[in-house]
């Protein structure tokens, strides 16, 4: 079901074994919603996730929208796909596939038209959570939302920011939800060769960077974050945490699940972040690199860098942080762009976790060890299925 509980879901026959969930129970965030609203969040876990996120933070998202203009004020967010409950469904179809096609067709038109409630509860509109959102907050301006596979927060994030660049809002909640703790997803994505495979500790198995990485390690979260104008911040008498300088997107459309091997959309993405920037890579003091553990991506992802930042490389530090919280798919954006801010702040640049052999030893400051330095600008990659390839460089307020 795609509401379970994670600590409910097992690995039990399948290749791999390893999961990283939100180790608590959200439910008691949300227990004052509506009927309707906790009855979906049972049965989508991500909108659970996201309405739960919501709540841990309410109050101080209305703090910063007092007296704020509801025309002028959009969300945006970046969400995974809806999974199909297949158990539910082979159940439900089983008796009509030897019958004649006109039954056949007769059942698609049953389940469509929601005669088995169980059933209607799974067809939620994949933008609920943005409208969630915008009903909470009074965001009237625009809810919008992005489903980009991996780029999806991120590109969600970098849309708000053009948003603001472009007048068209002063303030945008932005981020994104998602979970792969599924049977549906886990099954496909293990078909696909990218999940992690090893008889270790999830907290081992995932190597990102390292010659012997076997995949990723699965995840899920939600994240929001609020983007607003230079005027807004000061006639709201805001202190700012930090700005976006630019982003860059791009796609190379070689191949669904997979990259362009070239590297090409890749390199225009990170150097299309940095001429919107205005920056010079040397200044770039962390990037977190999207570092899924696969074969291809991790070292297409290292060289792509390289290339584009010549000699600064050997002064900037990069890692991935996947191996500690998994992989968020939809939501990895935003998780990985609150994650660097929080870095920036605590002048802290975390290691890739598991590194014992990296895949490339010398010209890039490639983390095996925690440690402390000054960051000022920072950088946030995410690459996803389809060829889309999205960066974000961001700068801490003084």
């Given at each position: ?17 390893g ?8 439910s ?16 989508d ?11 841990l933070?309410e109050?101080?998202l ?14 945006i967010?970046?969400v ?13 179809m ?8 006109l039954?056949?067709?007769q059942?698609l038109?049953?389940f ?13 509109p ?10 909470k ?10 489903i ?8 969600a994030?970098?849309l708000?920011y053009?948003?603001?660049?472009n ?10 939800t ?22 270790k500790?999830p ?9 012997n ?16 104008s230079?005027?807004?911040?000061k ?17 190379d ?8 091997p ?14 919107m920037?205005g920056?010079?890579?040397k ?6 690199l999207?570092?899924?553990a696969?074969?291809l991506?991790?070292?297409?992802e290292l ?11 050997e ?20 998780q ?14 975390p ?32 690459f ?13 307020c003084e």
């Amino acid at each position: 079901m795609a509401g379970q509980n994670p600590k409910d879901f097992s690995t039990s026959g399948l290749k791999s074994h390893g999961v990283a969930f939100v180790d608590k129970d959200v439910s008691s965030l949300y227990t004052n919603e509506s009927e309707q609203i906790i009855e979906v969040a049972k049965y989508d876990r991500k909108f659970e996730l996201l309405i739960a996120t919501y709540k841990l933070f309410e109050k101080r998202l209305k703090n910063y929208l007092v007296n704020s203009d509801p025309m002028r004020s959009g969300v945006i967010l970046g969400v995974g796909l809806d999974v199909t409950p297949i158990e539910k469904l082979n159940n439900y179809m089983a008796k009509y596939l030897a019958e004649s096609e006109l039954a056949f067709l007769q059942t698609l038109l049953d389940f469509n038209s929601n005669k088995d409630e169980s059933l209607a509860k799974l067809q939620n509109p994949l933008d609920i959570s943005s409208i969630y959102i915008a009903e909470k907050l009074r965001l009237a301006a625009f809810q919008k939302t992005l489903i980009t596979a991996c780029t999806s927060s991120t590109q969600a994030i970098a849309l708000a920011y053009k948003s603001i660049l472009n007048d068209e809002a002063d303030v945008v909640i932005t981020g994104g939800t998602d979970s792969i703790i599924n049977l549906m997803a886990y099954t496909a994505f293990g078909k696909l060769g990218v999940i992690a495979k090893s008889d270790k500790s999830p907290k081992e198995y995932c190597k990102p960077f390292d010659v012997n990485r076997t995949g990723a390690l699965v995840g899920e979260a939600a994240g929001l974050s609020l983007l607003a104008s230079e005027e807004y911040i000061k006639s709201h008498n805001i202190k700012p945490r930090f700005e976006i300088l630019g982003y860059g997107n791009s796609l190379d459309g070689h191949k669904i699940t997979s990259a362009d091997p070239s590297g090409d959309g890749m390199r225009r993405a990170l150097q299309m972040s940095l001429n919107m920037s205005g920056v010079d890579p040397k200044t770039i003091d962390y990037v977190n690199l999207h570092g899924t553990a696969t074969r291809l991506n991790d070292e297409l992802e290292l060289k792509s860098l390289m290339e584009v930042f010549g000699d600064s490389c050997e002064n900037t530090s990069v890692s991935s942080t996947k191996s500690r919280h998994g992989h968020a798919i939809a939501a990895a954006g935003i998780q990985e762009f609150n994650l660097l801010c929080n870095c920036m702040e605590n002048n802290f640049v975390p290691a890739s976790r598991n590194l014992e052999k990296p895949i490339i030893d010398s010209g890039i400051d490639l983390l095996k060890e925690n440690k402390n330095k000054n960051l000022v600008i920072g950088m946030t990659n995410n690459f996803a299925f389809g060829g889309v390839n999205s960066s974000l460089i961001i700068k801490k307020c003084e």
